[in-house]
């Protein structure tokens, strides 16, 4: 099992980034996919599930409306879209499935939300 995430990157308040995730080592049309995120000092937290066919989402209150994810089956890759950026989004981000591979974690992407 391996996920890499790409994407992030420096952006100012109230910019645009979309990442990406690519998945391996498993069959990833059948697993729900999520985005989770570790803020600086804090532990990690989940911020947004997609089902397997990706019909439904479910998103933390806190990135509701800014965020959207989506994935394609096809390519093995799950996004997120992330609009109106808070410094409070600042954080290495991370997917992986829902419930996670324990054992599997990729090394994430950093995302720095600063003027």
């Known amino acids: 099992v391996q996920f890499v995430e790409s994407g992030g990157g420096l952006v100012q308040p109230g910019g645009s980034l979309r990442l990406s995730c690519a998945a391996s080592?498993?069959?990833?049309?059948?697993?729900?996919m999520s985005w989770y995120r570790q803020r600086p000092g804090k532990e990690r937290e989940w911020v947004v599930v997609?089902?397997?066919?990706?019909?439904?989402?479910n998103y933390a209150d806190s990135v509701k409306g800014r965020f959207t994810i989506s994935r394609d089956n096809v390519a093995n890759t799950v996004y997120l879209q992330m609009n109106s950026l808070k410094p409070e989004d600042t954080a290495v981000y991370y997917c992986?499935?829902?419930?996670?591979?324990?054992?599997?974690w990729g090394q994430g992407t950093q995302v720095t939300v600063s003027s």
């Open positions: 080592g498993f069959t990833f049309s059948r697993y729900a």
């Open positions: 992986n499935a829902d419930p996670p591979f324990r054992d599997y």
């Open positions: 997609i089902s397997s066919a990706g019909r439904n989402t």
